[in-house]
Nanobody, 114 residues
Framework: VQLQASGGGSVHTGGSLRLSCAASGSVFGVNVMGWYRQGPGKQREAVAAITSGGTIVYADSVKGRFTISRDNAKNTIYLQMNDLKPEDTAVYFC?????????WGQGTLVTVSS
C-alpha cells in the first residue's frame, strides 16, 4: 500500500487544518488507517485511527478537537484538526495496516504558533 499525505501547513493557535491521505496499490484488505505524529524531540505517537468497520479511536490529547473520517470511494482518509495548539506542532504521518503489514506515508509538517 502506498500512502500520499498532504495538507500540512502553518497556523496560529486556534486555527484549523485538514490533512488528507490517499491510499493506492494493494488497498484491499486494509483494516486500519490512521495518523501518527512526531513532535520536536518527542517519540512518534498515535493520534487517531479508523477501522474498516468504522470504529474510531483518538488520543486523549486531541479528543474533541480532531476528527478522522474516510472516503472509501477515494481510498482516502482525512484528519480535520480544529482549535490547534502549539503542542500539536509535529510531523504527521499516515499509516495503514493490512494484516500484519504496516505502510507509512511521507510526513507532512504541521506548525502551530502562539
Amino acid at each position: 500500500v502506498q500512502l500520499q499525505a498532504s495538507g500540512g501547513g502553518s497556523v496560529h493557535t486556534g486555527g484549523s487544518l485538514r490533512l488528507s491521505c490517499a491510499a493506492s496499490g494493494s488497498v484491499f484488505g486494509v483494516n486500519v488507517m490512521g495518523w501518527y505524529r512526531q513532535g520536536p524531540g518527542k517519540q512518534r505517537e498515535a493520534v487517531a485511527a479508523i477501522t474498516s468497520g468504522g470504529t474510531i479511536v483518538y488520543a486523549d490529547s486531541v479528543k474533541g478537537r480532531f476528527t478522522i473520517s474516510r472516503d472509501n470511494a477515494k481510498n482516502t482518509i482525512y484528519l480535520q484538526m480544529n482549535d490547534l495548539k502549539p503542542e500539536d506542532t509535529a510531523v504527521y504521518f499516515c499509516h495503514a495496516a493490512r494484516g500484519t503489514r504496516s505502510s507509512w506515508g511521507q510526513g507532512t509538517l504541521v506548525t502551530v504558533s502562539s
